[in-house]
């Protein structure tokens, strides 16, 4: 018995080794999960208080570019854009939602535009294209992130 109790003891002392691990350092634990992280996808999209409803994320997601599309299209619809560029019937406006809910607007031209003059018509975006609705921007593992998207925004209904 004492045989046995000796033998576990020791047993019992040299496998404490195989229990010891080594523990990662704060910058290792830190560098392994930046390299985990997507920095190309947010977590939650940008969005207004009209789609803060939605739990499904695709729809609070689609529901933001509808709200997006439809205020653009309705304070251009006011405009001479059409009138003044009859040819144009569509625009593709980059949106930028900045980490502090502000928007900015920079319209995108092909680069065959040069029967149009983009001059007026950014002019005429930059000047319609305020007030908008207060805007929750995107979040990053919960810090408001800058994010930035092309809407096709349709100037002319026939």
Do not use: H
């Not at 619809?77 to 040819?87: G, Y």
């Amino acid at each position: 018995m004492k045989k046995a109790v000796a033998l576990l003891l020791l047993s019992l002392c040299f496998s404490c080794q195989y229990l010891e691990k080594k523990v990662p350092s704060e910058q290792e634990l830190l560098d392994k999960q930046m390299k985990e992280i997507n920095w190309n996808e947010v977590d939650e999209y940008p969005s207004v208080d009209d789609c803060e409803k939605l739990t499904d994320e695709n729809l609070r997601k689609q529901c933001f570019f509808d709200f997006i599309t439809t205020t653009i299209q309705q304070k251009l619809a006011v405009d001479t854009l059409s009138t003044l560029f009859p040819k144009l019937d569509t625009i593709e406006v980059r949106v930028t939602v900045l980490p502090n809910a502000t928007l900015e607007f920079q319209p995108e031209f092909p680069k065959d535009s040069g029967a149009y003059d983009t001059i007026k018509i950014d002019s005429i975006l930059r000047a319609r294209l305020v007030d908008f609705p207060k805007i929750n921007p995107a979040l990053k593992r919960g810090i408001p992130v800058k994010t930035q998207f092309v809407l096709p925004v349709i100037i002319k209904q026939e």
